[in-house]
């Protein structure tokens, strides 16, 4: 059974850093993506930036490209969304999401992940 679980997240002021990591298991030797989303309130849940355990490619939205970097440990099973020059803007609960294994994944399509975190949240003040 696909299990993921988050950490990090936190408050800091704009400009500041923070990492989020999400344990993943369940997947044993199979490949699949991992994708971070967020949701501010008020807003719909938008992705962020998704990661393909088979190859290390990624994707980004534009609104983070040059300040976040996603980035997996296949070893120990996990991700990594390190965000850096945040704003205040970036503020909203994130979510840590995965495919199915050996399923394709769009990094802007919720629906395409099945398997969710509890979701951490992340504050940043002006």
């Known amino acids: 059974q696909v299990r993921l679980v988050e950490s990090g997240g936190g408050s800091v002021q704009a400009g500041g850093s923070l990492r989020l990591s999400c344990a993943t298991s369940?997947?044993?030797?199979?490949?699949?993506?991992v994708a971070w989303f967020r949701q501010a309130p008020g807003k719909e849940r938008e992705g962020v930036a998704s990661?393909?355990?088979?190859?290390?490619?990624?994707d980004y939205a534009d609104s983070v490209k040059g300040r976040f970097t996603i980035s997996q440990d296949n070893a120990n099973n996990h991700v990594y969304l390190q965000m850096n020059n945040l704003k205040p803007e970036d503020t909203a609960m994130y979510y840590c999401?995965?495919?199915?294994?050996?399923?394709?994944?769009?990094?802007?399509?919720?629906?395409?992940?099945?398997?969710w975190g509890q979701g951490t949240q992340v504050t940043v003040s002006s």
């Open positions: 999401a995965a495919s199915s294994p050996y399923s394709h994944a769009r990094w802007y399509k919720a629906s395409d992940f099945p398997y």
């Open positions: 369940g997947y044993g030797y199979s490949t699949y993506w």
């Open positions: 990661i393909y355990s088979g190859t290390g490619s990624t």
